[in-house]
């Protein structure tokens, strides 16, 4: 979980913001087909997990049928396999009408007042619009929970790949959607939404997204977190291999121990 860390971010230095841009307008120019760009979202876009967001939105507004201990549950099927437990978090929606389950991730977005958006991530967003990038948002968060926040940075909810279920006659189902985005799956759910086009740029924080990341030209690695923890350390093991392999990286916090 990504907690709402007080410390101020980091942004881009101006050095590593310009020579970023630089290799961007290149690979774009040098580009005659599709050009494609996927991030990750929570922590590498934005500083907050909107998946967990909206899973306590839900707990707190939304009356449904839940376990005593939600968060347990739920931390208990990650424990097994976070698979299991992402599916989760997408099926506790079953009978209600998608449009609803839009209505109450957007009303969980608008409560994180102002929604903390890494500004040098949208800044990177906007010149890649610009040059006629498609860009893709790739989540191991709900994909209905992320669709309002990537709508904040110009992303429609068709460029978004997260953790769903069916949608049967406008009705969400418990029938997992495969592949699921985490992992191995978010670079096979990229390739499927693009036909096999790799993306030129791909950032992310984890090395969850380390397969992701390996598609591109130009990978980017980030981080938020600045203490020991389990998402510390997964960032951690995603800089290890950033430096070995030779990536561009960025600490949206200087570690503090």
């Known amino acids: 979980m990504i907690s709402n860390n007080p410390t101020p971010v980091n942004e881009f230095s101006p050095t590593f913001a310009a020579e970023l841009s630089a290799v961007i307008e290149h690979a774009a120019h040098d580009t005659k087909g599709r050009k494609i760009a996927a991030f990750d979202a929570?922590?590498?876009?934005?500083?907050t997990d909107a998946g967990e967001n909206f899973f306590e939105y839900q707990i707190q507004n939304c009356g449904l049928a839940l376990p005593r201990d939600p968060w347990k549950h739920y931390?208990?099927?990650?424990?097994?396999?976070?698979?299991?437990?992402?599916?989760?978090?997408?099926?506790?929606?079953?009978?209600?009408?998608?449009?609803?389950?839009?209505?109450?991730?957007?009303?969980?977005?608008?409560?994180?007042?102002?929604?903390p958006v890494?500004?040098?991530?949208?800044?990177?967003?906007?010149?890649?619009?610009?040059?006629?990038?498609?860009?893709?948002?790739?989540?191991?968060?709900?994909?209905?929970?992320?669709?309002?926040?990537?709508a904040q940075l110009g992303i429609d909810r068709m460029h978004v790949l997260g953790v769903e279920t069916k949608v049967v006659d406008g009705l969400v189902t418990d029938t997992p959607v495969y592949p699921v985005t985490w992992r191995e799956g978010k670079a096979e759910a990229l390739l499927n939404a693009t036909g096999g086009v790799r993306p030129i740029f791909a950032s992310g924080n984890t090395d969850g997204d380390l397969m992701l990341l390996e598609l591109a030209e130009i990978p980017v690695a980030v981080s938020t977190q600045n203490s020991p923890g389990k998402l510390f350390n997964q960032e951690n093991k995603l800089r290890d291999e950033a430096l070995k392999r030779g990536w561009r990286m960025h600490a949206f916090r200087s570690p503090i121990f």
């Open 42 to 47: 929570d922590g590498t876009l934005w500083d």
């Open 118 to 150: 890494l500004k040098s991530q949208h800044n990177v967003i906007r010149q890649l619009q610009k040059l006629g990038f498609e860009i893709y948002i790739i989540t191991a968060s709900v994909k209905w929970a992320v669709e309002p926040a990537a």
């Open 75 to 115: 931390l208990d099927q990650k424990a097994i396999d976070p698979r299991l437990g992402y599916l989760w978090l997408a099926a506790i929606s079953k009978g209600y009408p998608v449009d609803v389950v839009r209505r109450w991730a957007a009303e969980a977005i608008a409560s994180l007042d102002p929604f």
